[in-house]
């Protein structure tokens, strides 16, 4: 069995088990008056059918990936705001035909375009915010590419890839998660599938320093096995959809990404890292 339709059916059975979880999203919109930290939020696979007015458009993950920053944000005093990414998340094929495979990377490519969009939109508006991208499984592609056109802007603090189909073990990003302990362990499944096209080239330092990737050994996605036998690979979508399941407790990339936001009130008081940081799981 040829390691393509493995890596299909890992993605279709992921996404299925995110939109069986009842993940739907609408789009939540900024605020007119210029926050301190705006976060714009891309939800993945499926993620935004059904309720559209669930986790502020952007999905679980991110949406409470945002709840949990602006907690702390607002600890501080400063303002925060949200918006998603109006794209259709459009979820993965299961054994899907040519047109299928078309949908989902017109959805993936109409993603990037509204971020950057939006992001650009959002920074004329407000140009001494500071602005977090995040984006889970399918919208941590979306934040993905559009680091490159956006490693100059200064308004840009920081963000936050969960589960990234464009993961590269070589970016110099901040690496959370149990792939961090198994060197070039970390292998997005668009890196392997030209059906998946576009995947970007490696970061530059200067944006990777701003840029945490979470991903753990076994995700379907974010650590794919090209030589995996189990079409549906049930372990792995397991893995892919477990991030940020606690309700009740922070995530392990809430302290870095508020303390990328919490070096100065304007884009220009905030320095980047001085080097690329490893963390492993635990």
């Given at each position: 069995?040829?390691?393509?339709?493995?890596g299909?059916?890992?993605?279709?059975a992921?996404?299925?088990a995110v939109?069986?979880a009842?993940l739907?999203?609408?789009v939540?919109?900024?605020q007119p008056?210029c926050?301190?930290?705006h976060?714009?939020?891309?939800?993945g696979?499926?993620?935004?059918?059904g309720?559209?007015?669930?986790?502020?458009?952007?999905?679980?993950?991110?949406?409470k990936?945002y709840?949990?920053?602006?907690?702390?944000?607002?600890?501080?005093?400063?303002?925060?705001t949200?918006?998603?990414v109006a794209y259709?998340?459009?979820a993965?094929?299961?054994?899907g035909g040519?047109?299928?495979?078309?949908?989902?990377m017109?959805?993936?490519?109409?993603?990037?375009?509204?971020?950057?969009q939006?992001?650009?939109?959002?920074?004329?508006?407000?140009?001494?915010?500071?602005?977090?991208?995040?984006g889970y499984?399918?919208?941590?592609m979306?934040?993905?590419r559009?680091l490159?056109?956006l490693?100059a802007?200064?308004?840009?603090a920081?963000a936050l890839l969960?589960?990234d189909?464009?993961?590269?073990?070589?970016d110099?990003?901040i690496n959370?998660?149990?792939?961090?302990?198994?060197?070039?362990a970390?292998?997005g499944?668009?890196q392997?599938?030209?059906i998946l096209?576009k995947?970007p080239?490696p970061?530059?330092v200067s944006?990777g320093?701003?840029?945490?990737?979470?991903?753990?050994?076994?995700?379907?996605?974010?650590d794919?096995?090209?030589?995996?036998e189990d079409?549906?690979?049930?372990?792995?979508?397991a893995?892919?959809?477990?991030?940020a399941?606690?309700?009740?407790?922070?995530d392990s990339?809430?302290?870095?990404?508020?303390q990328?936001?919490?070096?100065g009130?304007s884009?220009?008081a905030?320095?980047?890292?001085s080097?690329?940081?490893f963390?492993?799981a635990?």
């Amino acid at each position: 069995m040829s390691h393509r339709r493995t890596g299909f059916a890992a993605l279709a059975a992921a996404a299925s088990a995110v939109a069986m979880a009842g993940l739907g999203a609408g789009v939540a919109s900024a605020q007119p008056e210029c926050p301190d930290v705006h976060v714009i939020g891309a939800a993945g696979s499926g993620e935004r059918a059904g309720d559209m007015s669930a986790d502020g458009g952007m999905g679980r993950v991110v949406y409470k990936s945002y709840r949990d920053l602006a907690q702390l944000v607002q600890q501080d005093g400063r303002t925060i705001t949200a918006e998603a990414v109006a794209y259709p998340a459009t979820a993965v094929p299961e054994d899907g035909g040519i047109l299928d495979w078309a949908a989902f990377m017109g959805s993936v490519d109409a993603g990037a375009t509204a971020l950057g969009q939006q992001y650009q939109a959002f920074v004329a508006q407000c140009p001494t915010s500071q602005v977090v991208l995040a984006g889970y499984s399918q919208g941590a592609m979306v934040v993905h590419r559009n680091l490159h056109a956006l490693d100059a802007s200064p308004n840009l603090a920081a963000a936050l890839l969960v589960a990234d189909g464009d993961r590269r073990p070589e970016d110099p990003t901040i690496n959370l998660g149990s792939v961090a302990s198994v060197p070039g362990a970390g292998m997005g499944v668009a890196q392997d599938w030209p059906i998946l096209a576009k995947a970007p080239a490696p970061l530059p330092v200067s944006v990777g320093m701003r840029t945490i990737s979470v991903c753990n050994l076994g995700d379907a996605v974010c650590d794919y096995d090209p030589d995996a036998e189990d079409e549906m690979n049930p372990a792995a979508v397991a893995v892919h959809t477990s991030y940020a399941r606690n309700a009740a407790a922070m995530d392990s990339w809430t302290m870095p990404l508020y303390q990328m936001v919490s070096t100065g009130d304007s884009p220009e008081a905030t320095p980047a890292p001085s080097a690329p940081v490893f963390v492993a799981a635990g």
